[in-house]
């Protein structure tokens, strides 16, 4: 069989529709179509069948994808080993990141590849909270993504999962509020409080709405915005209190506090997710470990946030 009609049946498994896989490989419609009926005539079995206007694949044709997949990390781990004995992890790699992360542990990882030769890294930031980000692997060498309380949207994908990071989700409060001189903060004890929250949906809200539900009551959301700058701002002028993560959040210099949450997992839980054929790329695993590297000196650099000395309170 030949590989490359093998990889366009994997990227139908991935991406469910002719039309995506055809704007992903740059090819027609009817091209790929075409490819794939001389794969099933190779393979002398039905792998796709006609559902509604599109095509979606049969028993067999998902085990031939999962076979392509096999193929696809076999040729790269060749190509791999090749690379690692002339010690040249060149090329272009593809990252997709969310604004924080970005933000925090990014810029120092590129600063680090600088100083290898002939190596690229694309950077791509996205909203995390309005795409699917495990859909990305598709298109990306590699994808930051976002867990809130529990949540783990990249399961059974068949992705390589590498984990990065555990990053405390805090309690922020304007300097002076009557709740900063407390070291913990439970859901109980912001029962009473308007809130700067994010829109519906966000996995943000859903901790809010976690929070409700532990402390029996209906908490008073009066502003929703998805910049934490915008949040951070909104609760320095005393018209809420909010949550933000911990590593990017501003400090007093802002004026706010953070105070850690118990009680709940408020904790975002970040993985760089890729297809596993990419992970075997060294150019891949280059630029991987280096932002692994740069998110363990961000997570070391951290501890629980302590109470500041508050001598003339700012909002009560």
Same mark, same amino acid.
């Given at each position: 069989?030949?590989?490359?009609?093998? &990889?366009?049946? %994997?990227? @139908? /498994?991935?991406?469910? $529709?002719?039309? !995506? #896989? *055809?704007?992903?490989?740059?090819?027609?419609?009817?091209?790929?179509?075409?490819?794939?009926?001389?794969?099933?005539?190779?393979?002398?079995?039905?792998?796709?069948?006609?559902?509604?206007?599109?095509?979606?694949?049969? &028993?067999?044709? %998902?085990? @031939? /994808?999962?076979?392509? $997949?096999?193929? !696809? #990390? *076999?040729?790269?781990?060749?190509?791999?080993?090749?690379?690692?004995?002339?010690?040249?992890?060149?090329?272009?790699?593809?990252?997709?990141?969310?604004?924080?992360?970005?933000?925090?542990?990014?810029?120092?990882?590129?600063?680090?590849?600088?100083?290898?030769?002939?190596?690229?890294?694309?950077?791509?930031?996205?909203?995390?909270?309005?795409?699917?980000?495990?859909?990305?692997?598709?298109?990306?060498?590699?994808?930051?993504?976002?867990?809130?309380?529990?949540?783990?949207?990249?399961?059974?994908?068949?992705?390589?999962?590498?984990?990065?990071?555990?990053?405390?989700?805090?309690?922020?409060?304007?300097?002076?509020?009557?709740?900063?001189?407390?070291?913990?903060?439970?859901?109980?004890?912001?029962?009473?409080?308007?809130?700067?929250?994010?829109?519906?949906?966000?996995?943000?809200?859903?901790?809010?709405?976690?929070?409700?539900?532990?402390?029996?009551?209906?908490?008073?959301?009066?502003?929703?915005?998805?910049?934490?700058?915008?949040?951070?701002?909104?609760?320095?002028?005393?018209?809420?209190?909010?949550?933000?993560?911990?590593?990017?959040?501003?400090?007093?210099?802002?004026?706010?506090?953070?105070?850690?949450?118990?009680?709940?997992?408020?904790?975002?839980?970040?993985?760089?997710?890729?297809?596993?054929?990419?992970?075997?790329?060294?150019?891949?695993?280059?630029?991987?470990?280096?932002?692994?590297?740069?998110?363990?000196?961000?997570?070391?650099?951290?501890?629980?946030?302590?109470?500041?000395?508050?001598?003339?309170?700012?909002?009560?």
């Amino acid at each position: 069989m030949d590989v490359r009609r093998l &990889d366009l049946l %994997r990227e @139908l /498994a991935d991406r469910g $529709t002719v039309h !995506a #896989v *055809a704007a992903a490989t740059h090819r027609t419609p009817s091209a790929v179509s075409q490819q794939l009926k001389v794969l099933e005539r190779e393979a002398g079995l039905p792998l796709t069948e006609r559902r509604g206007r599109g095509l979606v694949l049969t &028993d067999a044709g %998902r085990a @031939l /994808a999962a076979s392509a $997949t096999d193929v !696809a #990390v *076999a040729i790269e781990r060749a190509t791999s080993v090749w690379d690692e004995y002339r010690n040249h992890p060149t090329g272009t790699v593809t990252l997709a990141t969310f604004p924080t992360f970005g933000q925090m542990v990014v810029p120092a990882a590129l600063r680090a590849l600088e100083a290898v030769p002939g190596l690229r890294v694309e950077v791509s930031d996205r909203d995390p909270d309005l795409e699917d980000f495990p859909d990305l692997a598709a298109d990306f060498d590699i994808v930051i993504a976002q867990a809130i309380s529990g949540e783990r949207t990249w399961v059974r994908r068949g992705l390589r999962i590498t984990q990065l990071l555990a990053e405390p989700l805090d309690v922020v409060l304007p300097i002076g509020h009557r709740l900063s001189g407390q070291t913990v903060l439970t859901p109980a004890d912001l029962a009473d409080e308007s809130w700067i929250g994010v829109p519906v949906g966000y996995p943000l809200d859903r901790l809010l709405r976690s929070i409700e539900a532990e402390s029996d009551a209906e908490l008073r959301v009066v502003q929703r915005v998805s910049d934490n700058r915008i949040a951070e701002a909104m609760v320095a002028a005393g018209l809420g209190i909010g949550l933000l993560p911990r590593f990017t959040a501003s400090g007093p210099e802002r004026g706010i506090v953070l105070r850690p949450l118990a009680g709940l997992d408020a904790t975002r839980r970040i993985v760089a997710l890729s297809r596993p054929d990419r992970a075997e790329r060294l150019a891949v695993r280059t630029v991987l470990e280096a932002i692994r590297t740069e998110a363990r000196s961000v997570a070391a650099s951290h501890t629980a946030p302590e109470p500041e000395e508050l001598t003339t309170p700012r909002w009560v």
